[in-house]
């Protein structure tokens, strides 16, 4: 979600307003019945000093996925942060997601269903990948220090965590595309305690 921070640039005062009143249309309406005259009204400012910021609705669209991307991914490392055993973090990184996911399902969908720039949605998704598998990497070599995992080659380790990221991913995204992840909730701990089971000493 976007927030003010205290004593921000005017530009950033002003970006920050145009996102948040576009990602509320776009959760409202969906991109296509939404327009910049839409955007410029709800966030108070004129068509031209949106025009100013950005070239088009496209544009902003991808800023706003951008900083919802950026906002889940704070909050599960800040998430797997607070927890101190190998394992909570596992869970912490998975639950936490799943949890974050589901206050954006609607904005989600939209990515799915209204967009067609697969190249944005690629290149942002490859971004965000990139971040997930280095924090389990993190957690797999957090693990063998406190020796609650075994040993795993460094040959290993990224192979490892890109096939728990992508695991993690493909029960993300069936669970948007069935509507059912917010009703999820914790009961991954049990899939999250067979994958730690097979990497335990």
């Known amino acids: 979600m976007i927030n003010h921070v205290a004593i921000l640039p005017k530009d950033e005062v002003i970006r920050v307003d145009v996102l948040k009143a576009a990602r ?31 070239t088009s609705k496209d544009e902003i669209f991808n800023a706003v996925i951008e900083d919802e991307m950026h906002e889940v991914f704070t909050t599960v490392r800040e998430a797997v942060e607070r927890a101190e055993t190998a394992e909570d973090k596992m869970k912490a990184f998975t639950t936490t ?21 697969t190249q944005l949605i690629r290149k942002l998704r490859k971004t965000f990948d990139n971040r997930e598998i280095g924090l389990i990497q993190g957690i797999l070599t957090f693990g063998m220090s406190t020796r609650e995992f075994r040993p795993i080659d460094p040959l290993d ?14 029960i993300e995204m069936n669970l948007i595309e069935d ?15 067979l994958m730690c089971n097979g990497i335990k000493r």
């Open 157 to 170: 380790l990224e192979n490892m965590a890109y096939i728990i990221v992508s695991a993690i991913r493909g």
């Open 24 to 54: 509320d249309l776009f959760q409202r309406f969906g991109l296509c019945k939404t327009t910049m005259e839409d955007i410029a009204k709800a966030a108070g400012k004129g068509k031209s000093t949106l025009y100013y910021y950005y």
């Open 97 to 117: 997601k799943i949890k974050a996911l589901s206050q954006k399902v609607n904005l989600y969908s939209i990515v799915r269903g209204e967009t067609d720039n």
């Open 179 to 193: 509507n059912t992840i917010s009703r999820i909730g914790d009961r991954l701990d049990g899939v999250l305690g």
